[in-house]
Nanobody
């Protein structure tokens, strides 16, 4: 089993920045891809960004491209999401996800391990 623990959420004004962290433990070495998703009230879970521990090209959704950046520290099994120029529509619970298959998925169904989520609230 793999456990994921997110941190770094909070309340920020529009235009501000936050950095989320997610650390994998347990059988972390079995994972290949790490992703960030978000879910706003009444909406479906949405892909935000993903990366692999091998350090390949990261993926970002069009809605966050140019504002958010995913990165990783494979020695700490930690993945980060730097969020800049935050907008009220970025308000959501942000989830970290991990998978063992040798590909980087961009849909929630492609990830088997999930963190508990961290709330990000952007005020206008």
């Amino acid at each position: 089993q793999v456990q994921l623990a997110e941190s770094g959420g909070g309340l920020v004004q529009a235009g501000g920045s936050l950095r989320l962290s997610c650390t994998a433990s347990g059988r972390a070495s079995s994972t290949y891809a790490m992703g960030w998703f978000r879910q706003a009230p009444g909406k479906e879970r949405e892909f935000v960004a993903a990366i692999s521990w091998s350090g390949g090209i990261p993926y970002h959704s069009d809605s966050v491209k140019g504002r958010f950046a995913i990165s990783m520290d494979k020695f700490r099994y930690t993945v980060y999401l730097q969020m800049n120029s935050l907008k009220p529509e970025d308000t959501a619970v942000y989830y970290c996800a991990a998978d063992e298959r040798l590909r980087v998925g961009v849909t929630a169904s492609e990830y088997i391990y999930w963190g508990q989520g961290t709330q990000v609230t952007v005020s206008s």
